[in-house]
């Protein structure tokens, strides 16, 4: 089978169905000064490979929005992070360059599909846990057999779809950090009492089929009385309004 490596350190290892298999792999420096150490008959070691629906253009040669240099740093960028992450960020980045989902078939040793949140926020300023929050979707339950496509699918939606925010730019993605929540099922509780804010999520339902959500381990919440309240205020339920209370513990993956 041929081999050809791309000017972006993607490496096409062949074609199925009507997708590009492509793999990354990392390459350290550019041109002829770049370090070659494991590298076999020229060829870069392997560090992951990713299915992509094809487009009019291969997915190594993606359209002018993003120059060469633009994404050779983000290959570099993404291997360096949790597998899901760089999935989510990966996913934000082949949206805004092409306007279509990336294809993450399962794989071996992946959670079965569960209610995944994508948030999205800027980087921490010096002193600061957390950056300004850019994007934040989610869902309690699956909608995708696959996790990987979930994951896909609402990380897109958090860079482009969050009515709170103005949608991300191409050049904003590298700066993000990134956080992947695979929630647990809920399950209801009785009472404040019952919750724990850096363990648990809330999920407050209303009149009227008003639901509010919060995510476990906010920083700077620590109260439950306090969460539930967010989650009311987010629902605009009001205090006075009758409510059933429910938790869920969530994999929290930066």
């Known amino acids: 089978m041929e081999v050809n490596i791309d000017a972006f350190g993607g490496v096409k290892i062949g074609s199925d169905s009507g997708f590009e298999m492509v793999a990354v792999r990392r390459v350290e420096g550019s041109g002829d000064s770049g370090r070659t150490n494991g590298w076999t008959d020229g060829i870069p070691p392997l560090v992951a490979t990713t299915k992509v629906s094809r487009i009019d253009q291969d ?3 993606l359209p002018a929005l993003h120059p060469p240099p633009f994404l050779r740093y983000a290959v570099d960028v993404s291997v360096n ?7 989510a960020r990966d996913a934000i980045r082949y949206y805004l ?13 992946d959670p079965p599909s569960s209610g995944v949140f994508v948030s999205l926020h800027d980087g921490a300023p010096p002193g600061q846990i957390e950056g300004r929050l ?5 869902s309690v339950r699956p909608r995708n057999d696959s996790l990987r496509n979930e994951i896909v699918r609402l990380a897109v939606a958090a860079a482009t779809s969050d009515p709170r925010f103005a949608p991300l730019q191409p050049g904003e993605v590298d700066d993000l950090d990134v956080t992947v929540y695979l929630l647990a099922d809920p399950e209801p509780i009785d009472s404040l009492d019952d919750l724990d804010p850096s363990r648990y999520g809330v999920i407050v339902d ?23 309240d967010i989650a009311r205020r987010k629902a605009s339920i009001s ?3 009758p409510i059933r209370l429910s938790r869920f513990e969530a994999t929290i993956i930066k």
Do not use: K, M, N, Y
């Not at 360059?97 to 040793?109: H, I, N, Q, R």
């Not at 850019?134 to 989610?138: D, E, H, L, Q, V």
């Open 97 to 109: 360059a092409t306007g279509e989902f990336l294809d993450s078939p399962t794989e071996p040793g």
């Open 59 to 61: 997915v190594h040669r």
């Open 239 to 241: 205090p006075s309004d």
């Open 81 to 87: 992070e949790h597998p899901f992450v760089a999935l």
């Open 134 to 138: 850019r994007g934040c979707i989610g």
């Open 206 to 228: 209303g009149p009227g089929g008003r639901t509010g959500l919060l995510l476990p381990a906010i920083p700077g919440i620590s109260e439950a009385v306090e969460q539930v």
